[in-house]
């Protein structure tokens, strides 16, 4: 989400329009167990009981006059048997439309598919430059599989002569892999994808009870986060190095910043949304917990009448002081590291 205009303070009553960009969680259910997503800590959930059903994502479309659809949740989008349709619907309706997948189901009929279908975006992640980097943090995957579905993606869209997907790789930096980011560098510019966007982990989960059900992730993050550093200068050199790789391959390159810069400037409960496959309403994605900062419920209520509740306008309020909700503190997007 850009964060690029600081919004003006909102009074209770004050109510911006219907937003231009949704989150929508096309399933909650994920075929990997990653070392840095809620779901390696939650029970598994089966892939049509987590997928959002139909009539709510045209329920949403039909309502929001959205303009840019993100199909991506905590779970894995390939998973879901009504992807297709809903990327078909987006695309139909003029709506530009993509999603973030760990690519082990992307086989090369699947990318083929997602050409013809005028997809905008794709976002893989890949964690690492060797399989044994890689599969330890992606739980259940390939690294040669996840390689290979990459490269048949890029193939199939030159071989269709399309411009779009637009084909970002996600790199979730890390102590256990930053070591590892030039090496992918490399390799990525062999494969041919667009870009190579380097993220911090998203959340520190601070507010969360340091004994409850958040725990596991919680001390995962403490040990893992890059900010939480006192010598960063390892990093820093792997950054350095990375971005003398891309320099000369056509590889577009975007580092995070190893420094809280402070909290402010989010855009996103006046700008998007994140629906829930069960259609509770989120202010964002980066909240990561469908018991943490809901406003609202779908299924008791329509989208306008929660983006324009008292608790969207609270939240907001509180958002835009120097007392922003506790969720929002511990956020990486808000304090200028992801």
């Not at 219907?18 to 800590?41: D, G, I, K």
């Not at 993509?98 to 005028?118: I, P």
């Not at 511990?330 to 590291?337: I, K, M, N, P, S």
Request: aromatic letters at 6%.
């Amino acid at each position: 989400m850009d964060q690029d205009r600081t919004p003006a303070l909102q009074a209770i009553g004050d109510v911006p329009p219907l937003p231009a960009h949704l989150q929508v969680e096309v399933t909650s259910a994920c075929n990997l167990r990653c070392t840095m997503c809620l779901v390696r800590y939650r029970p598994p959930i089966n892939k049509l009981a987590g997928a959002m059903r139909p009539e709510l994502f045209h329920r949403l479309v039909d309502e929001v006059p959205v303009r840019r659809l993100t199909l991506q949740g905590l779970g894995e989008p390939l998973l879901s048997p009504y992807l297709l349709e809903m990327i078909t619907t987006a695309v139909g309706r003029g709506i530009k439309v993509g999603f973030n997948s760990n690519a082990t189901l992307l086989t090369r009929a699947r990318a083929e598919q997602m050409v013809a279908a005028g997809l905008d975006w794709l976002h893989v992640s890949v964690d690492g430059a060797t399989p044994a980097v890689y599969e330890a943090i992606r739980e259940g995957a390939h690294f040669d599989a996840v390689i290979g579905n990459l490269a048949g993606l890029v193939q199939a869209k030159r071989e269709a002569g399309s411009a779009t997907p637009w084909i970002r790789v996600v790199f979730v930096a890390m102590r256990d892999n930053v070591a590892d980011l030039p090496a992918l560098t490399r390799l990525l510019a062999r494969v041919g994808v667009n870009e190579l966007r380097v993220q911090n982990l998203s959340h520190d989960f601070a507010d969360t009870d340091p004994a409850g059900s958040y725990q596991q992730i919680r001390d995962f993050t403490a040990g893992q986060a890059l900010w939480t550093d006192q010598d960063t200068a390892h990093a820093h050199r792997m950054f350095t190095e990375a971005a003398r790789v891309a320099a000369g391959s056509g590889l577009t390159l975007r580092l995070p910043s190893l420094t809280d810069q402070g909290g402010g400037n989010c855009t996103w409960p006046w700008d998007a949304a994140y629906v829930t496959s069960t259609g509770l309403v989120q202010p964002c994605c980066m909240v990561m917990g469908d018991d943490r900062a809901v406003l609202g419920d779908l299924s008791r209520q329509s989208f306008t009448d929660i983006w324009r509740g008292r608790p969207y306008a609270e939240f907001r309020q509180r958002l835009d002081s120097a007392e922003p909700p506790e969720v929002c503190r511990g956020c990486a997007l808000y304090r200028h590291t992801f």
